[in-house]
């Protein structure tokens, strides 16, 4: 008693403050107020992501209900009693037994003392318990895939929420250089209209470019936090948005010029959905056989074991061995049974054959894109170099008196348009690397952080 008070005492006082901790919101990741990298976004997923966890907490789950599963096949001790019994001693006849004289009877009462207990262990059931045992085994390997394909496609959300909002922060610096050239071309319009040199129309004009641009900047500012706010959510934690992604790019994936049926091939062997489903074929045949060990007999041994008496310290022991053969009939329930997993077996194979198809429409569709968004950056490169060019001579030919505003407005635009197209031509080629990164069912970059957790 002096030992448990003092220990109730300190759970009780203990309480509270798990409470107030639950209560307390989570500290700031240490990248608010900095920079976030791709590497440091990838390894928060898989500390905070909930699908992740999810996930996790499903595998483990399968893994015990294969435990469950071999349960049976182990030694079962059952029937394990100790009973206390005060009871009168009186003599009852059963039907059928003569009385030569009334038997006297009394009410005095005696103790009684009883422990039972039955060891039993199954021997043989024709792969009833077995088969179902290696199919929960086969069901836990199944998911286990399942959680890597999750790995593979939270991975993916994560990569395509960061390179989006590393491409509004780049559009976000776009629209500051034109906002700054337009400003300038203010100022410069203003002195020109002064002088005489230029027309009214051209003022004007140059201020609407100006407010113009500090619009498309405030679009562009604005579409950048919502995109770290997407980004967040898509790494699984709540935090603010004051913090700044990395200026990297996504690094070639191996093998990205490669034929269709070379990457196909890679993804057969690395698709975890792929090879979820061919454990689950596995695992349907084995139920299956399991399902057909019911048409005949069990076997099983069992040795029960007595300790009784009148008095706690002198009882006796008994014991005996059984062994027993059970054979069940369920009224043809067997055979329906069968015909149910037959036909779960062939839907499952069919749908392993729409998941191989639909990999090779991944893996096509990836490198496809992959290939088309290379020359889409080649091509932004070249047209935003000729568009700066435009932009210069078309400044030079107004600064001199010989161009328009309309032309240089036109110049302006051009060049905007051009570092625009670009910023989304490397948002594409990053996006379609990840999808390729997928396809092929590779986790790319920070493998090794993943595979930490």
């Known amino acids: 008693m002096k030992v448990i008070l003092p220990l109730l005492a300190v759970i009780a006082l203990s309480l509270p403050a798990a409470s107030l901790a639950a209560d307390r919101p989570p500290s700031a990741p240490r990248f608010v107020g900095g920079v976030l990298s791709l590497e440091e976004a990838t390894q928060l997923t898989w500390e905070n992501q909930p699908q992740v966890r999810q ?18 096949l182990l030694p079962q001790v059952s029937g ?50 077995l088969n179902a045992w290696n199919a929960a085994k086969a069901k836990a390997k199944a998911q286990d895939e399942s959680e890597r394909y999750t790995d593979l496609q939270v991975l993916l959300t994560v990569r395509t929420a960061y390179f989006t909002a590393r491409a509004n922060k780049d559009l976000v610096r776009v629209a500051q250089e034109t906002l700054a050239n337009q400003e300038a071309h203010l100022r410069q319009t203003e002195g020109f209209v002064a002088v005489g040199t230029q027309p009214e129309i051209a003022l004007a004009q140059s201020r609407y470019n100006v407010a113009n641009a500090r619009v498309q900047l405030i679009t562009a500012q604005n579409n950048y936090v919502t995109a770290k706010a997407q980004l967040n959510q898509a790494i699984g934690v ?9 200026n990297e790019t996504f690094p070639p994936v191996p093998g990205e010029d490669e034929s269709t049926a070379a990457l196909l091939a890679r993804a057969v ?32 041994v069992a040795l029960n074991v007595t300790n009784a008496g009148i008095r706690a310290d002198y009882t006796a022991w008994n014991w005996n061995v059984q062994a027993t053969l059970n054979w069940t009939f369920q009224g043809g329930l067997p055979i329906f049974q069968t015909h149910e997993q037959e036909a779960n077996l062939d839907a499952q194979v069919a ?31 070249d047209a ?50 990840a999808q390729l990164l997928r396809a092929i069912g590779d986790l790319g970059p920070f493998e090794s952080a993943v595979a930490s957790h």
């Open 351 to 381: 749908q392993t054959e729409v998941v191989r198809q639909q990999v090779r429409l991944d893996v096509e569709q990836a490198r496809l894109a992959v290939v088309a968004a290379k020359a889409t950056q080649d091509a932004a490169r």
């Open 80 to 129: 394990l009693s100790y009973t206390y019994e005060r009871t009168t001693s009186n003599f009852t006849p059963r039907p059928g037994y003569a009385l030569s004289a009334p038997s006297p009877y009394s009410w005095q009462m005696y103790n009684y003392f009883a422990f039972q207990g039955t060891l039993s262990q199954l021997i043989w059931d024709f792969g009833y318990t």
């Open 238 to 246: 709540e935090t603010s948005t004051d913090y700044e992604v990395g």
């Open 55 to 72: 996930a996790r907490a499903t595998t483990a789950a399968a893994r015990a209900r294969a435990d469950e599963a071999l349960a049976p």
């Open 269 to 300: 062997k690395q698709r975890p959905d792929l090879r979820s489903n061919e454990e689950q074929i596995e695992a349907q045949r084995l139920t299956l056989s399991s399902v057909k060990g019911t048409f005949f007999p069990s076997l099983g």
């Open 384 to 433: 935003l170099t000729n568009a700066r060019e435009l932009l210069r001579l078309a400044e030079g030919r107004y600064t001199v008196g010989i161009g328009n505003i309309i032309e240089l407005s036109d110049a302006q635009v051009a060049a905007t348009s051009a570092a625009a197209q670009l910023v989304q031509a490397e948002y594409t080629l990053a996006s379609a690397r």
